[in-house]
Nanobody, 125 residues
Framework: QLRLVESGGGLVLPGQSLRLSCAAS????????IGWFRQVPGKEREGVSC????????ILADPVKGRFFIARDKAKKVVYLYANSLKPEDTGVYFC??????????????????WGQGTRVAIAS
């Protein structure tokens, strides 16, 4: 069974960057589309980005377009979320998730089958 572990969160100043990692074990990450989501207390989980199995499909949510990037490292079985030019409103717990699908990806959290435990990102305000 696929297991996902996020890392790379932390406390940074506005304008700084973080690289979040989603590491997989137990199954081949190539079989899955991977999504990144974030959540703050009292709000619904928000889709941030996703990447298809081959990397050909990438989606970025409007609030992060032009600042965040997503990439897969096939050899390391890791998916990265590069979060640049961070703003206080990017604060939250970031989760990665995997969906078993052949093509494309989406940022609808209900479609995902496996979830990591989350990594906390805080941007000072």
């Amino acid at each position: 069974q696929l297991r996902l572990v996020e890392s790379g969160g932390g406390l940074v100043l506005p304008g700084q960057s973080l690289r979040l990692s989603c590491a997989a074990s137990g199954d081949a990450l190539d079989n899955y589309a991977i999504g990144w989501f974030r959540q703050v207390p009292g709000k619904e989980r928000e889709g941030v980005s996703c990447i298809g199995r081959t990397g050909a499909t990438v989606i970025l949510a409007d609030p992060v377009k032009g600042r965040f990037f997503i990439a897969r490292d096939k050899a390391k079985k890791v998916v990265y979320l590069y979060a640049n030019s961070l703003k206080p409103e990017d604060t939250g717990v970031y989760f990665c998730a995997a969906e078993l699908r052949n093509y494309g990806c989406n940022t609808n959290s209900t479609q995902y089958d496996y979830w990591g435990q989350g990594t906390r990102v805080a941007i000072a305000s």
